[in-house]
């Protein structure tokens, strides 16, 4: 199987051609959303933080923002900072630029004498560093390329029975094919988690999977606090999954049958192929979120009781096996999936349609998401205060 996508130096090919527009910290999220406005083929994204943390959540910050800049669907990058965050513009500039040979450019506001000064400037280097995008052409890539992330949110008992069983299909599918595939949100795992570490290509692989449910839990013990207060969430509970071992029982599904090869921490970056998973928040936007800093060029996401979530710079393909989810927010759903639930189609002939699907979206077809230009950020603070 093969796509046309963009080839990048530093290793796997693009499925989009992006400009990202790219704030230190929140105080330039604003500037770079008119940034974008203003040029075609420029993406922005909102950042909540970036300032006056504590040093491992500053450190996160930087994860998540050089992750975005280096994702193989970014062609370039225009930052804009204010002038006195904790990592200023042209520091994040030279830590991006150490990761990759990507035209990067940067801006501050208390630097340039305030926002339209600056904006004036970003608009026209962003103008520029689109032009030059424009110009690269799509090659013939082979799937292995991909890395496709795999999310869920908003599930019932449908994502458990139909859709994760079907994705984790899909999943199968593209690693015997050598692309590579990565689930996450370690939280649900709970309850799961010896199911999930079999899967392991090493005891050490199996132990770190297991000890990082064992670390939360006792982190959120530590603190008189207990992850079965919030999962499974009121939504969950309405949709008939009655407890967080439930729940995790039917997320890890999704992530197929393979050989697991890799562990990685929030926005890390794989340094195999294969089926990876990653320890990450269990919150789907940030989830997603530290899964495209580490890299995904793509995202499929299962669903039953809904979501409207996208994301700026890979498309997020929305999943659903409900029928009546399907129908009535057929806007925000992009497949389907409910001939699992009436019998008319089976999982493994679902799994294969869905090929389909993510060929068209790599050759650049648009997710609905992704149409409406929506863009959900949330980063996971490592350090928090309780």
């Given at each position: ?39 075609r ?54 830590k ?38 424009g ?49 996450s ?74 050989p ?28 997603v ?10 995202v ?7 979501t409207?979530?996208?994301n ?10 409900n ?26 002939e ?37």
């Amino acid at each position: 199987m093969q796509f046309w996508g963009y080839k990048r130096k530093e290793g796997r090919a693009g499925i989009r051609n992006h400009v990202l527009i790219l704030p230190t910290c929140a105080c330039g999220s604003e500037s770079c959303r008119i940034v974008a406005s203003q040029v075609r083929g420029t993406v922005n994204i909102v950042f909540n933080t970036g300032c006056s943390d504590v040093a491992a959540n500053t450190e996160m910050s930087q994860k998540v923002l050089t992750g975005f800049a280096c994702n193989p669907n970014v062609y370039g990058v225009v930052i804009i900072g204010l002038g006195c965050e904790t990592v200023p513009h042209a520091a994040l500039r030279e830590k991006i630029q150490k990761m990759t040979s990507k035209p990067v450019i940067s801006f501050g506001i208390q630097e340039e004498g305030g926002t339209l000064k600056t904006i004036e400037k970003a608009v026209r280097a962003a103008r520029e560093m689109a032009a030059e995008a424009g110009m690269q052409c799509r090659e013939l890539c082979d799937i292995a390329e991909l890395l496709l992330g795999i999310e869920c949110g908003g599930s019932d008992a449908t994502s458990g029975i139909a859709s994760n069983p079907a994705v984790g299909e899909l999943s199968d599918l593209l690693v015997d094919m050598g692309a590579s595939t990565m689930m996450s949100e370690s939280i649900e795992w709970i309850g799961g988690e010896h199911v999930l570490a079999k899967r392991a290509v090493s005891k050490e692989v199996h132990n770190q999977i297991i000890q990082i449910c064992e670390d939360y839990e006792a982190h959120l013990k530590a603190a008189g606090q207990d992850c079965r207060a919030g999962q499974p969430t009121p939504g969950n509970r309405a949709g008939g999954l009655s407890t967080l071992g439930e729940k995790s029982l039917g997320c890890i599904r999704k992530g197929g049958t393979r050989p697991i090869v890799e562990v990685l921490q929030q926005a890390q970056r794989p340094t195999k192929t294969g089926a990876i998973v990653m320890d990450t928040a269990g919150y789907d936007i940030s989830s997603v979120t530290s899964m495209v800093a580490g890299g995904c060029n793509a995202v499929i996401f299962t669903t039953g009781r809904g979501t409207c979530t996208g994301n700026a710079i890979v498309p997020v393909l929305k999943v659903t096996a409900n029928k009546h989810t399907y129908q009535w927010m057929e806007d925000n759903m992009d497949i389907d999936l409910s001939a699992a639930i009436d019998g008319t189609k089976t999982i493994r002939e679902l799994g294969k349609e869905m090929l389909k699907d993510i060929e068209d979206i790599c050759n650049g077809k648009l997710t609905k998401a992704e149409a409406y230009g929506f863009s959900d950020i949330a980063v996971d603070h490592v350090c928090r205060f309780v």
